[in-house]
Each structure stands twice: as C-alpha cells, then as structure tokens.
C-alpha cells in the first residue's frame, strides 16, 4: 500500500477531467468525494482498494476518509459486480405485492442469493429500498432501468436482453 | 376542484420550456425577481402556512426567515431542493420531476432570491434515471433561455443550479446528513444547532426544501394567499399529492385538496380493495408514520388530523395493509428497512433496531416469547423523540408502536401457535 501511495495516481485521464468537471459544482475539490468514487465506479464497474488509494492521492484526502464514504454508500460496490446489476425492490407495497415470490423465482433461475453473482459474470442480484414506484409494485431495476408490474414472465423477457 | 401542481401533466409527456412558458410557467418568476423584494417573498410564504410537503410538515416561510439577511449576512448562501425521494411507499416527487420540471425549477429560482442564495443544488435519488434526464435537460432549456445564469431577466440577480446524485441512504434525506453528503462525507446527520439556516453547507446559510414545497412557489406568488388557503378543505393551505398502494384496485397518485378524509381517496381515487382483499390499517404517509385502522379511515387527511389520532401526514402516499398479509412481517419488513438504513452514528438506533428487527423475525418465525412484546414496547420508548440523535428511530418506532396496539392478537397468534399463521 505504501509504495502505490508513491506512485503516481492511477485514474485515467478522462476519469481525472470527469472529477473535475464535476468538482465545479463545490467550492474546494474534496467535496467531490462521493461523485468521484461514482464515475471511478461507472468505468471501472467497482471500486477496488487501489482505486480508493488513487482517488484519495488524486482529491488530497487520506486512503481511510475516502474508503469510509464509499463503504457508507449502498451503491458503491467495493467488492466485484457482474456485468449487470439486478435490484429488487424490498419494501412494503412491494412486499404486499409478492416481491418474495418474485426474488424466489429469479434466485432459482440465476443459481444465485442476494449479495451473489453469476459464475459467468453476466448478473449480480442485490435488493434496493422502496424504488419510487409503489402504484406499479413488484418493481426492479436491472442496471439503470426501471420495470414495474412484475410477473415470472416478464421477468423471463427481460432477463435475457441482458448478456 | 383546482389542481395547480399537476393541471398542465399529460403523464409520460414531460412539459418542455416552450410548453411551461404557455401556462404561464414562469410568471411567477418574472413577478418575483422584478416586481417583489426578497423579505416581501419571504413574508409571503410565511403568511400562506404552506407546511414541507416531504413529510415532516414545518412552515416554509418560517424556515426561510431564520437566514441572515442583510449587508452583514454571509455573502455566500445556498438552496438545496432535497429529491432524495426514499421513504418506502412515497412516489410522489418523481411525478413532479420527470414530468413538470420547471415548476420546479421556477420554484428554486424565486426561493432562492428571496433568500438571496447564488448557488442551489438539486439532491436528487440516484435511483431516479429518468428525473436526472430530464431535469438536467429542463436546467439546460432554462440557462438558454436566460431564467439561469448571471442576471436573471436584467434584474441583476444570479443563480447556477447545480444537480448532485446520490449514491444511495435513506438517512441522506434528513437535511443535516444531506448536507454533509453534498460535501463529500459519510451522510450523518449534524447536532442542531446551529441549524442550517445559520450554518449549512460549507458552513453557510442554507435552506432546505422538498421537492413538492418548492413546486408551489411560483403559484403563490403568482395567484395569492387566499387562493392558496381556498384550495384546501380545512385552512391548512393548498392541495397535496395523494397516493395509494397495496391490494386496491387502482393504485396511483392523485393532486387533492388537503383535509379530504382518507377513506374517499381510498374509495373514490384508488377504485376500493381488490376483490378478495379486506383493508386493515393504513399507513399514511410513508415507513415512519403510525397505522391508522380501518375504524378510523374517515380521518381528514392533512397536518393536524392525523396527528389527533395518534399518526402523521408524513408523505401522504399511503400503504394500505390488507387481511392477507402477516401484519408480524409487515412490521418486519419496515423495522429491516431502518435497521439497514441506520447511519450508526448513535448507539440505540445503531444497535436498537437490529434489535427490533430480530425480535419480531423470531416471533414471524414462531420463535417468539410474551416477553418480546414488553421488549418491543420498551423500544418503542427508548428509541423514541430526544433519545437519539436524529429523527431516524423515533420514525422507526411509530408504525411499531400503533403496530403493537392494533395487532396485539395476531402477535399473540404468531407466538402461541408458534408459526405464522398467515404462512401454511
């Protein structure tokens, strides 16, 4: 950990300007911590230890403040991710609606449990916290869409338009 | 009935500036910036008792007036509109949002003047995709057409909106912990005092505003007081979005007037329960409001009705708990929600409601003790109002505490039997 934290930073040019941009909105660059970890995450899919280490170098913050926002935030994943993420809401109207029935059938589809991902890297399945959507419950999100009105068979339709 | 909020709304068709500048969408504006001081805008609200439409009800005004104004006020001020939308069974400012933005955005403009901040953020729920498309698309439309930017309309006034998405946190929509997650920290709610009117973000006078309180500025400053208070049923001011989920026939979101009573939108709007199902309890306004049974749903739905029967307004988007669903796990389902969401900054929300949580998973499972209820109730009151350091438990610990009133039997069922009876 001591010798990367010699190194120069390891964040690409164009995660650099996107930090930057974004750090415009605030007026000194720490601020920008959480969007930073945010766009690190959006190319790289996850945010690693060294990354922690990079963005820390990169905003002037120590490696521990900036790994104790991202592990604050339920949407920054600090372990690996499959290609694409699978959000099941897990609040009451959709609990009141079968999301359990739901979850059962898409666990048993994928082989695998919240917190996993498939052995291909093709899905990780986490649950999310009332999405906004109650009148249309059981929702998801699978990546950055949202889908309402949930059965088994759309379910089916939609799983495999995601490789 | 009058529904400004929502009138101009073809839902799926979000209202572009051209079609905002049509129904007068920034007039209130215009009125605003050039015809009106700040302490006038501020007077204003106050006097119209327009009460935060994100769940906790406090007086618009009355918070806007804690900011120093003056030449001695801090130059650097901030507004913040809090769309960090997450209360479980609220689906009410992602309407407003993705489909009449600059309602919105008219709104933070004329709010932000009135308390003479340059600079607003938009808090938006990073869940919300479509909100962030399309407002960054309405920002985009109002900087062109010069109602953003340096010298709003030739009246000398700036003001840059800035919108910053979340990474996810119910607690990030208390306002102190929303703050410090704009500043780049852990969302952790802050000691009051100082409130944020004093010291805010980055240490300046900020004011933080719902995204529904924020949509009715430029309405009241356009058409008035006594329209404002008119649009009510019971003088508290305005009209409200309503929603319905759970087994009714058809959920959804309506504009009402405040003061209609509960059992109408439930039996008018949202169409009755399915068939099959009978309604129980309602939770009025989101995971942290009380049940109200079913004997009291003729209850008016605004900011001082509820409250006489021992429940809250809170978001007004309503859950309805039917006969088929394990009121035991339905608590659960909500105590899990806190649990998890509990930023842990203090010990009894931080180890309470896993506590909770654990207690009635064992009675939904048939493990449960009479003794868990008394521990239940003590909760209820250790981590209730001015035990703990935010509002998080206490919200908590309001559906628990109606639940364990009106519930007691199938409490009781669920550890005498030793399963859930609702499960076969």
Same mark, same amino acid.
């Given at each position: 950990?001591?010798?990367?934290?010699?190194? *120069?930073?390891?964040?690409?040019?164009? *995660?650099?300007? *996107?930090?930057?941009?974004?750090?415009?909105?605030?007026?000194?660059?720490?601020?920008?911590?959480?969007?930073?970890?945010?766009?690190?995450?959006?190319?790289?899919?996850?945010?690693?230890?060294?990354?922690?280490?990079?963005?820390?170098?990169?905003?002037?913050?120590?490696?521990? *403040?900036?790994?104790?926002?991202?592990?604050?935030?339920?949407?920054?994943?600090?372990?690996?991710?499959?290609?694409?993420?699978?959000? +099941?809401?897990?609040?009451?109207?959709?609990?009141?609606?079968?999301?359990?029935?739901?979850?059962?059938?898409?666990?048993?589809?994928?082989?695998?449990?919240?917190?996993?991902?498939?052995?291909?890297?093709?899905?990780?399945?986490?649950? +999310?916290?009332?999405?906004?959507?109650?009148?249309?419950?059981?929702?998801?999100?699978?990546?950055?869409?949202?889908?309402?009105?949930?059965?088994?068979?759309? +379910?089916?339709?939609?799983?495999?338009?995601?490789? | 009935?009058? @529904?400004?909020?929502?009138?101009?709304?073809?839902?799926?068709?979000?209202?572009?500036?051209?079609?905002?500048?049509?129904?007068?969408?920034? /007039?209130?504006?215009?009125?605003?910036?050039?015809?009106?001081?700040?302490?006038?805008?501020?007077?204003?609200?106050?006097?119209?008792?327009?009460?935060?439409?994100?769940?906790?009800?406090?007086?618009?005004?009355?918070?806007?007036?804690?900011?120093?104004?003056?030449?001695?006020?801090?130059?650097?001020?901030?507004?913040?509109?809090?769309?960090?939308?997450?209360?479980?069974?609220?689906?009410?400012?992602?309407?407003?949002?993705?489909?009449?933005?600059?309602?919105?955005?008219?709104?933070?403009?004329?709010?932000?003047?009135?308390?003479?901040?340059?600079?607003?953020?938009?808090?938006?729920?990073?869940?919300?995709?479509?909100?962030?498309?399309?407002?960054?698309?309405?920002?985009?439309?109002?900087?062109?057409?010069?109602?953003?930017?340096?010298?709003?309309?030739?009246?000398?006034? %700036?003001?840059?909106?800035?919108?910053?998405?979340?990474?996810?946190?119910?607690?990030?929509?208390?306002?102190?912990?929303?703050?410090?997650?704009?500043?780049?920290?852990?969302?952790?709610?802050?000691?009051?005092?100082?409130?944020?009117?004093?010291?805010?973000?980055?240490?300046?006078?900020?004011?933080?505003?719902?995204?529904?309180?924020?949509? &009715?500025?430029?309405?009241?400053?356009?058409?008035?007081?006594? &329209?404002?208070?008119?649009?009510?049923?019971?003088?508290?001011?305005?009209?409200?979005?309503?929603?319905?989920?759970?087994?009714?026939?058809?959920?959804?979101?309506?504009?009402?007037?405040?003061?209609?009573?509960?059992?109408?939108?439930?039996? %008018?709007?949202?169409?009755?329960?399915? /068939?099959?199902?009978?309604?129980?309890?309602?939770?009025?306004?989101?995971?942290?409001?009380?049940?109200?049974?079913?004997?009291?749903? /003729?209850?008016?739905?605004?900011?001082? !009705?509820?409250?006489?029967?021992?429940? @809250?307004?809170?978001?007004?988007?309503?859950?309805?708990?039917?006969?088929?669903?394990?009121?035991?796990?339905?608590?659960?389902?909500?105590? @899990?929600?806190?649990?998890?969401? !509990?930023?842990? &900054?203090?010990?009894?929300?931080?180890?309470?409601?896993?506590?909770?949580?654990?207690?009635?998973?064992?009675?939904?499972?048939?493990?449960?003790?009479?003794?868990?209820?008394?521990?239940?109730?003590?909760?209820?009151?250790?981590?209730?109002?001015?035990?703990?350091?935010?509002?998080?438990?206490?919200?908590?610990?309001?559906?628990?505490?109606?639940?364990?009133?009106?519930?007691?039997?199938?409490?009781?069922?669920?550890?005498?039997?030793?399963?859930?009876?609702?499960?076969?």
């Amino acid at each position: 950990m001591t010798d990367k934290l010699k190194n *120069e930073t390891m964040l690409t040019d164009h *995660e650099k300007e *996107e930090i930057l941009e974004e750090s415009k909105a605030y007026p000194y660059l720490k601020a920008v911590c959480v969007d930073a970890l945010k766009i690190v995450q959006h190319h790289r899919g996850w945010v690693s230890d060294d990354s922690i280490i990079d963005i820390a170098g990169f905003l002037q913050m120590s490696v521990h *403040e900036v790994d104790s926002v991202a592990t604050f935030y339920s949407r920054i994943y600090r372990q690996p991710v499959g290609r694409n993420m699978i959000l +099941i809401c897990d609040s009451m109207s959709c609990m009141i609606m079968g999301y359990e029935k739901l979850y059962d059938y898409i666990s048993e589809k994928l082989g695998i449990r919240f917190g996993g991902t498939t052995t291909d890297g093709r899905f990780t399945l986490l649950p +999310i916290s009332c999405l906004g959507d109650c009148h249309k419950a059981p929702s998801m999100m699978i990546n950055n869409e949202l889908f309402s009105l949930l059965t088994k068979e759309l +379910i089916d339709e939609l799983l495999i338009k995601y490789e | 009935m009058e @529904r400004p909020l929502t009138e101009h709304i073809t839902p799926g068709t979000t209202l572009t500036l051209k079609d905002s500048l049509k129904v007068g969408g920034y /007039d209130g504006v215009r009125k605003a910036l050039k015809e009106m001081a700040p302490a006038e805008i501020v007077n204003l609200v106050k006097t119209s008792n327009l009460l935060g439409r994100g769940g906790a009800g406090f007086p618009t005004g009355l918070k806007w007036s804690f900011v120093p104004m003056g030449p001695d006020a801090p130059k650097t001020k901030y507004l913040i509109c809090n769309a960090d939308e997450m209360e479980p069974g609220t689906f009410k400012d992602r309407y407003l949002m993705e489909n009449n933005p600059h309602q919105l955005i008219a709104g933070m403009i004329i709010t932000a003047y009135a308390i003479q901040a340059e600079k607003a953020y938009i808090f938006l729920r990073w869940a919300y995709k479509k909100s962030e498309a399309v407002l960054r698309n309405a920002l985009a439309e109002a900087y062109a057409a010069g109602y953003l930017g340096k010298n709003i309309l030739g009246t000398g006034f %700036n003001l840059d909106i800035y919108i910053h998405t979340s990474a996810g946190r119910y607690i990030c929509g208390e306002e102190t912990a929303l703050i410090n997650s704009l500043e780049g920290k852990r969302g952790i709610p802050r000691a009051k005092p100082p409130f944020p009117a004093v010291s805010g973000l980055f240490g300046k006078p900020t004011v933080v505003n719902n995204v529904e309180t924020l949509s &009715w500025i430029s309405h009241i400053v356009e058409k008035g007081i006594d &329209w404002f208070k008119a649009l009510s049923l019971t003088g508290e001011g305005g009209t409200k979005l309503m929603g319905v989920s759970g087994r009714v026939k058809l959920p959804g979101l309506w504009e009402l007037p405040l003061g209609i009573p509960m059992r109408e939108v439930i039996e %008018n709007y949202a169409g009755g329960m399915s /068939d099959g199902y009978r309604l129980r309890a309602v939770i009025p306004g989101g995971a942290s409001t009380d049940f109200v049974p079913v004997d009291q749903i /003729d209850v008016k739905m605004d900011y001082k !009705s509820l409250p006489a029967i021992g429940s @809250r307004l809170g978001t007004a988007t309503m859950i309805i708990l039917d006969d088929k669903t394990c009121p035991v796990a339905f608590l659960h389902n909500i105590e @899990r929600f806190f649990a998890i969401e !509990s930023c842990g &900054w203090c010990t009894p929300c931080r180890e309470g409601l896993p506590w909770v949580q654990k207690i009635l998973l064992a009675i939904e499972d048939g493990k449960g003790k009479v003794e868990d209820l008394d521990i239940l109730t003590h909760h209820t009151h250790y981590l209730g109002p001015g035990n703990t350091f935010c509002a998080h438990a206490p919200g908590a610990m309001e559906p628990l505490q109606s639940g364990l009133k009106y519930f007691h039997e199938d409490f009781m069922r669920h550890i005498n039997e030793k399963h859930c009876p609702w499960k076969n």
